[in-house]
């Protein structure tokens, strides 16, 4: 199984195969390798085909690149599976609430519990969102929680993705690759479905519309064009939901609502989700300069004559300074001590910190507050002398840009190599639906992989791939 002996290893424990691969792992011994490198590249060329890409910022070539898929699924038994799902549900739960706080009471600010400069000086915080409370009281509709995995019984999260959490695409589209190409294991072994992601994503929407909607609300997806790196997604979910896909110059304020074009004139629309970040959603409020947007979208939105989905200034809740308050926020709002752990967290803004963090840069891996996608970020164990000096001034030129934590331990999936199966370094984002009834979570999520032996790294954009997620029945 390789090398990486010190990392726990998903597959195989102490006492042999773990019980949740044990049926997958007697299939796979009976496979023909040759019939499963050809199924990797039926794979590729089913995702090509489908116009599966994604595109990468910042590169000269702009061409649309392939997520790498491989065929090993990863596998939680539902008892793994039931405790994830709850300390997400009690999460997300206290994020919502959070949010609520922020813009309205400030209560945890009064009770001294999360400093007021961390609000105040925060770019994702938007004072247009002040007294005001969403339809349905909903800020955070759908949340993506990105978790790793240490040992047996021991998770944590690594990131809270509260504004647009992209990737569920990728995990709708690995099932439906895996049910093709191996039909046989889906009724070897149960396993639940993610499939029905898009018609309860509609369900949530729809129950999150203005109270003053008649019959069924009509929903749209809001996309920034064709030039977004996550399009594909954008039009994949329209689809799948069976709604429209529009741009900024589809739509317009009308009599007081919000309307799409069509052939027949504008049509009224409800509930938006939008996957425009906030400083372009309305040039009359933010960006002057945004052609992403709707011109007096905020207004309406502020009249409770439309939802939209993320809410505005949900950001301020992923910013991974206030990551590291996030224990202490959910027990502020629930009254129960996180299910989930956080990874430690040093706060570079503090001068104390910050000189600790100097110190041990080599060993620890250093974070932008708002920073995403693998970018921006340092790993200090993988790091050379040079970029450990360069990005050492960066931190004392900008302290409180940055966070730092502890290079943790990932655990280990198999993957398909021409050589056998490897381990390689995972992490899970789940995807949890939150609506005025509740929080629906699909059973699963998106498996991301770090390719490259050794690397920790799982990032699409920096050369990671994905895996289907199978939770078990029983």
Known sequence: MGSEDNFFNELQGDGGVRAPYSNYNAWFAEQDTTRLQTKSKEAEAFFRRSGITFNVYGQSDAEERLIPFDLVPRILSNTEWSRLAKGIEQRVRGINAFLHDLYNRQEIISAGIVPKRLIAKNDAFLPQMIDFTPPGGVYTHIVGTDIVRTGENDFYVLEDNARTPSGVSYMLENRETMLQMFPELFSKIKIQRV??????LR?????????HCDGRP????????????AYYEHSFLADQMGVELVEGHDLRVVDGHIAMRTTKGYKTIDVIYRRVDDDFLDPLTFNPNSMLGVPGIMDIYRAGNITIANAPGTGVADDKAI????????EFYTGEKPILKNVQTFRCAD????????????????????????????????ASKT???DFAQKLKNNPSNYIAQPTLSLSTVPIFTEAGLAPRHVDLRPFALVSPGGVDIVPGGLTRVALTEGSLVVNSSQGGGTKDTWVLED
């Open 195 to 200: 499939s029905d992601y898009p018609k309860n």
């Open 203 to 211: 369900r949530s929407l729809e129950a999150a519309a203005p109270t």
């Open 218 to 229: 009509c929903v749209v997806v809001l996309t920034p064009g064709i030039h977004n790196s």
């Open 323 to 330: 990551y590291s308050y996030m224990p202490e926020i959910v």
């Open 351 to 382: 001068p104390d910190t910050l000189q600790y963090v100097l110190e041990n840069l080599a060993d620890l891996v250093v974070k932008e507050v708002h920073g995403s996608g693998g970018y921006g970020m340092l790993v200090g164990p993988a």
């Open 387 to 389: 970029e450990l000096a």
